[in-house]
């Protein structure tokens, strides 16, 4: 969690093309602060951390639901949406067919927490279904997901990018450098979840991954909680950086990421 968690930080000041897509960028800047990326992926590892190990998907979208309007309004200035706004602060909240990338930022802790890619794609599409409940919306959310799964088992590169392509049709042939000069701010999971997987599969370590999703501009802080989740998975971070991002969080977000490293260490 603490990959996602780091993209979303170090990519914040960046969004809306507020950067110059380079990868030269000083990583921790005045601005950077975590945003509603971060809240909504503590909210989704806290629902899963509750749920049993076996519970229904029904159960899974009741708790994940909770912990969402629970921790969104607790951060009400986050940086969410217009319609997800909404959603937060009504009382008998439904999905509204977003496919916006919000399903797929939030979505790591799936990733980590389950012995099979079939049953870590259930729960992704459950954590997405909730509000982002569009085929697009649930796509997103499988395909991060299943790439954290295969990552933190072991899969190369090359396996991970031939079961995205397969299983979920995004087009990962396109280079960084080929993205960029189309490439502008865009919200929606098709227009960033295949860029934040190429971001990844380009590069040599997890700041690199992080460096290459906001070098694209546009949303920055969602390709890089995106990029970042699947590259911790990967490469793991540096004990430099987990501890940059302990020093930008609250004790509401450090108590859940902290049950959740203890959870992931105690499967291993």
Request: hydrophobic share 40%; charged share 30%.
């Amino acid at each position: 969690m603490y990959g996602a968690i780091l993209g979303d930080i170090i990519g914040s000041p960046f969004e809306f093309d507020r950067g110059k897509q380079t990868k030269d960028f000083e990583l921790f800047s005045k601005g950077c602060t975590f945003t509603d990326d971060t809240i909504m992926t503590v909210a989704v590892a806290e629902a899963l951390l509750t749920a049993e190990r076996d519970s229904t998907v029904a159960d899974i979208e009741t708790l994940v639901t909770y912990f969402m309007q629970g921790w969104g309004r607790n951060y009400l200035y986050a940086g969410y949406g217009g319609k997800f706004r909404f959603w937060l602060m009504e009382n008998n909240p439904k999905p509204y067919e977003s496919f916006g990338n919000g399903s797929a930022m939030r979505v790591s802790a799936a990733g980590w927490l389950y012995d099979s890619i079939e049953r870590t794609r259930e729960v992704a599409r459950a954590t997405a279904n909730v509000s982002h409940n569009h085929p697009e919306g649930l796509k997103g959310a499988e395909a991060v997901a299943s790439a954290i799964y295969l990552a933190r088992n072991g899969s190369d590169k090359k396996e991970i990018k031939e079961y995205i392509e397969k299983e979920f049709d995004y087009e990962l042939d396109r280079t960084l450098d080929e993205i960029r000069p189309y490439f502008c701010m865009n919200e929606t999971c098709q227009k960033t979840v295949p860029e934040a997987i190429t971001a990844f599969l380009e590069a040599k370590d997890f700041e690199d991954a992080v460096r290459n999703a906001v070098s694209l501009g546009g949303d920055t802080d969602t390709l890089g909680a995106i990029t970042g989740s699947i590259a911790e998975a990967y490469f793991g971070i540096p004990m430099n950086l987990i501890d940059e991002c302990n020093k930008r969080i609250d004790i509401n977000i450090r108590g859940v990421v902290d049950r959740f490293e203890l959870a992931v260490k105690k499967k291993k």
